[in-house]
DNA sequence: ATTACATATGAACAGATGAGCATATGTTTG
DNA sequence: CAAACATATGCTCATCTGTTCATATGTAAT
């Protein structure tokens, strides 16, 4: 947390590049943010409910004994979707239908895909 | 890991969309390489890092400076950004420039800034 | 109202993760 | 070769994260 000065006896990138660099950078806050966002890509069991969501709504226990795991393992992960707003719910009765809340979620993924297929 | 039996009394999606959605997800393999690959991008070091380097190579140095963190925390970072094959680097004297691999990491990261700005 | 079912939630614990520190490696200059 | 500089790396520790277990909440049927 303290200031730092002159990491480099000599600078390497011109320092005009350098001050644009800084100018450029979002705010703070965003930059969080979007760490926040990916994190919540950056879990296997996350990214699998995702997929499944990709081809239709599901309920809970559906996703359950579609990943082979526990309905509060689930349960909790869907939480987190919800709260970064990946995924949407609606109920019928005792039944609660998760569904993908918007389509940056599948071109998100969809980059990813593409960058470690090469 | 014990197989998973019945979560639900009945279904509520109907059996061949649950087929259906479970043959249709990638293998265990790529599922976990895609949230590995996210997990990269969900810490606002690695962010930020990777904005500085959307304008022009940086040094180590210059990243440090430039985020007001110390040389062995950006020297680490930048090790896990290379090993997810996001950044590349070539050496010059004493002096190691990093820049951006290829071009799914701005576009991957301006989708997830599309998503949190709605 | 009581029971059964679907989902959510709190606590706890094991494993992962990021930064700091000290030090090692690699490169240039004298 | 020695000294200085730029970067990398091993270790440690505090913190975060995902799952399990037990239990609570909400809904429908009898």
Do not use: W
């Amino acid at each position: 947390m303290s200031e730092r000065v002159e990491l480099c006896q000599e600078h390497h990138a011109h320092p005009e590049v350098l001050a644009h660099v800084k100018l450029d950078l979002p705010n703070e806050e965003s930059l969080y943010d979007l760490a926040e966002l990916f994190k919540v890509f950056g879990d296997s069991t996350r990214i699998r409910i995702l997929y499944a969501l990709f081809e239709s709504e599901l309920c809970v226990c559906d996703i359950a004994e579609l990943l082979n795991m526990s309905q509060s393992a689930i349960s909790h992960q869907l939480r987190v979707l919800k709260q970064a707003r990946l995924v949407r719910n609606r109920r019928e009765g005792k039944t609660i239908f998760y569904f993908l809340a918007d389509d940056h979620v599948r071109t998100i993924i969809g980059q990813g895909m593409d960058h470690i297929s090469e």
